[in-house]
T-cell receptor, first 115, second 115 residues
Framework: GAGVSQTPSNKVTEKGKYVELRCDPI?????LYWYRQSLGQGPEFLIY????????DSGLPNDRFFAVRPEGSVSTLKIQRTERGDSAVYLC?????????????FGPGTRLTVL | AQKVTQAQTEISVVEKEDVTLDCVYE???????LFWYKQPPSGELVFLIR??????QNEISGRYSWNFQKSTSSFNFTITASQVVDSAVYFC????????????FGKGTRLSVIA
């Protein structure tokens, strides 16, 4: 079956621009997570959705970052007024539910470069 | 707060050698889950194993084995008879069991297996 997909795979933008990163989770998975992975680091949690609602957005670094999941499936991570420090790989993961024992399946990531 | 420490940043071994990747974790939860993920050069995180905090039995899967010791808060991963295809970054991760269950990752260990 299809895994988690993310588009675009690469995004290069200029400082100050707005970007949107898309995640298509595995069909039937109700929980969706966004992580950010900087070079040489492990993924760091940003936000997670259970269904359509953001259950925890405590990992978002500031109010320039926002994510939506309007129909409980596809999610979009939005970054306003991008800064060079936002450059990283943005990973999306989905799982059957948000219970801790559920394996999270990761997408290939979107590599964001802010010039 | 939850924390995962992978003290080994990089390890290099010759093919067919055994190698152990260390993972030490911190949590106040009495019930939690531990995971290992592999991140090959392609970038996509691949799930390897999940372990419940109540199950301290060691596990073996082919050339992979895991040693969970609650007394020392460690969850080490051993690859026996390493192969070049094992070259990747390996992440240890921790999650709780409540509804809010983002994974907390270590910084990863980069394993290079030389032919």
């Amino acid at each position: 079956g299809a895994g988690v997909s993310q588009t675009p795979s690469n995004k290069v933008t200029e400082k100050g621009k707005y970007v949107e990163l898309r995640c298509d989770p595995i069909s039937g998975h109700t929980a969706l997570y966004w992580y950010r992975q900087s070079l040489g680091q492990g993924p760091e949690f940003l936000i997670y959705f259970q269904g359509t609602g953001a259950a925890d957005d405590s990992g978002l670094p500031n109010d320039r970052f926002f994510a939506v999941r309007p129909e409980g499936s596809v999610s979009t991570l939005k970054i306003q007024r991008t800064e060079r420090g936002d450059s990283a790989v943005y990973l999306c993961a989905s799982s059957l539910s948000s219970a801790g024992f559920n394996e999270q399946f990761f997408g290939p990531g979107t590599r964001l470069t802010v010039l | 707060a939850q924390k995962v420490t992978q003290a080994q940043t990089e390890i290099s071994v010759v093919e067919k050698e055994d190698v152990t990747l260390d993972c030490v974790y911190e949590t106040r939860d009495t019930t939690y889950y531990l995971f290992w993920y592999k991140q090959p050069p392609s970038g996509e995180l691949v799930f390897l194993i999940r372990r419940n905090s109540f199950d301290e039995q060691n596990e073996i899967s082919g050339r992979y084995s895991w040693n969970f010791q609650k007394s020392t808060s460690s969850f080490n991963f051993t690859i026996t008879a390493s192969q070049v295809v094992d070259s990747a970054v390996y992440f240890c991760a921790l999650s709780g069991v409540s509804g809010n269950t983002p994974l907390v990752f270590g910084k990863g260990t980069r394993l290079s297996v030389i032919a």
